[in-house]
């Protein structure tokens, strides 16, 4: 499990991370998401101690990452994908890495295997496609075995196959009980990847809760209507308190009201429907809404 509490960063007058606090539950992939320079880069090397916050803490299953015995069998991260020696092989790199931290040889072979790079194991390091280098730098994180992981921008500038093996690979990670937290600054990735979600902007939360809740609440949900009688059926849903909107090409947007309450109130008032659409917002939109310059938003979805 990770913990913010009252988490502040700032550099000068820059107000990096203002006042956070979540709650990172094991089992599910979290995704971390804002806008750019949102402060997620910020919060992630706080939890991970490689930044002081300047108050408030960040705590690994209760402990900040000062206090951890054994690190790397505690949380692992990937943060900078190309942070490798260029003239190491992989394997190499990984001996390294296992040997500096006191973790046994053979961990090495087994998570060579678990991110598909035994075949390349010995080829340089610097010759790796970014796919490669990030499967690397996700073999790195995995060392130690730890229950917490932390993934920042992982996706950023990959393939189609190399998102998709990302996703299904933090899944696998989080089925098997691990706390996953992902940064992306993409919603529509993070929204088919991550369970929960915690949503910033300007360091401050915006939103924590599950994928699913934020979407439903984020997107607007609203219904066309086109009928010959919409002069008749428009008052008749403002009436009823519903939000009422002509569009241009003749028919009405619903917000407020559900596609069968519509149908209800115009069969009632002997109203013929030629369309009764439901429509759904875009999440980018929604996302660009909640997280925009001009909005300032407190709102705790899933609370
Ligand atoms: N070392 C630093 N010195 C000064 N300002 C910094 C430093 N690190 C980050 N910042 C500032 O803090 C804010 C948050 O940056 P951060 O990199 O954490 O955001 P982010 O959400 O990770 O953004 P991105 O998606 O672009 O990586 C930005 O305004 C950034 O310019």
């Not at 990172?24 to 320079?37: D, E, S």
């Not at 960040?58 to 900040?64: C, F, N, Y």
């Not at 008032?269 to 300032?296: C, Y």
Request: glycine share 12%.
């Amino acid at each position: 499990m990770i913990e913010a509490i009252g988490l502040t960063k700032r550099y000068g007058t820059t107000v990096a991370v203002d006042d956070l606090s979540f709650t990172i539950a094991p089992g599910r992939v979290t995704g971390f998401l804002g806008p750019n320079g949102a402060g997620k880069s910020t919060t992630m090397r706080m939890i991970l101690g490689l930044d002081r916050p300047t108050s408030g803490k960040a705590l690994i299953d209760g402990k900040s990452y000062a206090q951890l015995d054994r690190p790397l069998r505690t949380v692992g991260a990937l943060l900078d994908a190309k942070w490798v020696h260029p003239n190491r092989s992989a394997k190499a790199h990984l001996q390294w890495l296992a040997k500096s931290n006191g973790l046994p040889d053979r961990r090495v072979g087994e998570v060579l295997d678990m991110v598909g790079l035994t075949a390349v194991a010995k080829r340089r390091a610097g010759g790796f496609s970014l796919g490669m280098s990030q499967r690397l730098g996700i073999a790195g994180a995995l060392l130690g075995d730890p229950q917490v992981l932390l993934f920042d921008e992982p996706v950023n500038g990959l393939d189609p196959e190399g998102i998709l093996w990302i996703r299904q690979f933090m899944q696998s990670l989080a089925a098997e009980g691990r706390t996953v937290l992902v940064s992306s600054h993409l919603l529509s990735e993070m929204a088919v990847t991550a369970q929960d979600l915690v949503v910033i902007g300007k360091g401050k939360i915006i939103s924590q809760g599950s994928t699913t809740e934020f979407i439903e609440k984020a997107t607007e949900n609203s219904v066309l209507v086109r009928s010959p009688h919409l002069s008749k059926l428009g008052p008749l849903l403002v009436d009823k308190g519903y939000t009422v909107r002509n569009d241009d090409d003749g028919a009405l947007t619903v917000v407020g009201a559900t596609s069968d309450q519509i149908g209800d109130i115009a069969g009632a008032n002997g109203v013929v429907l030629h369309e009764l659409s439901p429509q759904r917002g875009s999440l980018e939109q929604a996302f660009m809404q909640l997280t925009g310059d001009s909005v300032e938003y407190h709102a705790e979805i899933g609370k």
